[in-house]
């Protein structure tokens, strides 16, 4: 009767951990999406991981992480109404994509009233910030940050609702080198 009960408690800690380890962990793209406990005991930040490009950054655990692969990942938040969740009604994303070079041009699907580009520093590299105006009000916040030691930057770039684009600088700030 003993053991039946220890191997009841030993496959349910299996089912458990292997339930953990197929919903967090992606084995065709390497990224795993990890949620930390702040020292107050309360879940304020999950963390994306990038085994490829060997990066990792927060971002707030009421946005949506969504990894097409491993070089687009797409971080979004709703409206809500009570407890319903409005997906049509996107607030903001964040969209995190490893590009070849960095392109500065103007696109014709946004015209832009505005434009500033500035230095900064992410994760100890040299980076740029730019703040875009589109023509109509709308803005789009983007940082270019080159990957060490390959030819390849990560570019992450935030619209919608100028209110949450803080949630851009915090990624920023928060981003890691693993290699």
Not at 26 to 36: G, Q, T
Not at 95 to 104: G, L, R
Not at 156 to 168: E, M
């Amino acid at each position: 009767m003993k053991n039946k009960k220890i191997l009841l408690i030993l496959i349910i800690i299996l089912i458990i951990l292997g339930f953990f380890y197929f919903t967090k962990y992606d084995k065709n793209n390497s990224e795993v999406i990890i949620l930390n406990d702040n020292q107050d005991g309360t879940k304020h930040l999950e963390t994306y991981s990038n085994e490829k490009y060997g990066f990792i950054f927060s971002y707030p655990q009421d946005w949506n992480a969504k990894a097409e692969n491993s070089e687009l990942i797409q971080l979004y938040n709703y409206s809500k109404i009570g407890d319903q969740t409005l997906s049509e009604n996107v607030l903001n994303k964040v969209e995190v994509v490893i590009i070849e070079e960095i392109n500065y041009e103007e696109s014709s699907d946004y015209p832009e009233e505005n434009k500033s580009i500035s230095d900064t520093v992410i994760g100890g590299q040299n980076a740029k910030k730019v703040e875009v105006e589109l023509i109509g009000g709308e803005k789009i916040n983007s940082y270019y940050v080159q990957i060490p030691s390959i030819n390849k930057y990560i570019s992450l770039s935030i619209y919608g609702d100028s209110k949450n684009f803080y949630v851009l600088d915090n990624i920023a700030n928060s981003l890691r080198w693993t290699k």
